[in-house]
Structure formats: structure tokens, C-alpha cells
């Protein structure tokens, strides 16, 4: 796995916890809630590459 895309996961979730925590602070539950979802689309579209290579291994793996 590179270790860049652990460094960037590991980053954006520094920061949704951080925006999540000022929000919930101020009475904007609505709003962070949005934030933390937001994070985890981001972190899903950043893997999708990484997942689709695991599937093609698989694959290759059992001859499927």
C-alpha cells in the first residue's frame, strides 16, 4: 500500500474531525453531520482505485 494514500485518508480525517468539532461546539449538529459525510465520500473516492485493483487480483488469483 503506499504510504501516501495512508498520509492523505489519515489527513482528511484530521481535518473532518476538527470541522466536526467546531460545528458540534457552535450548535451546528445539521452542519457537521454534512462534514463527516462529506469526509467519508471524499475517503471512498480516493480508494476506489485501490479497491478496483484488489477486485482484478482477486480475479486473477482464483482464474475468475
Avoid at 454534512?34 to 476506489?48: R, T
Wanted: glycine share 10%; charged share 15%; proline share 0%.
Amino acid at each position: 500500500m503506499d504510504v501516501g494514500l495512508l498520509l492523505k485518508v489519515a489527513g482528511v480525517g484530521l481535518i473532518v474531525c476538527v470541522v466536526y468539532q467546531v460545528l458540534t461546539k457552535t450548535g451546528r449538529d445539521e452542519q457537521a453531520m454534512l462534514v463527516s459525510l462529506a469526509g467519508v465520500v471524499i475517503v471512498m473516492l480516493m480508494l476506489i482505485g485501490k479497491i478496483s485493483e484488489l477486485l482484478d487480483t482477486i480475479r486473477s488469483l482464483f482464474g475468475l
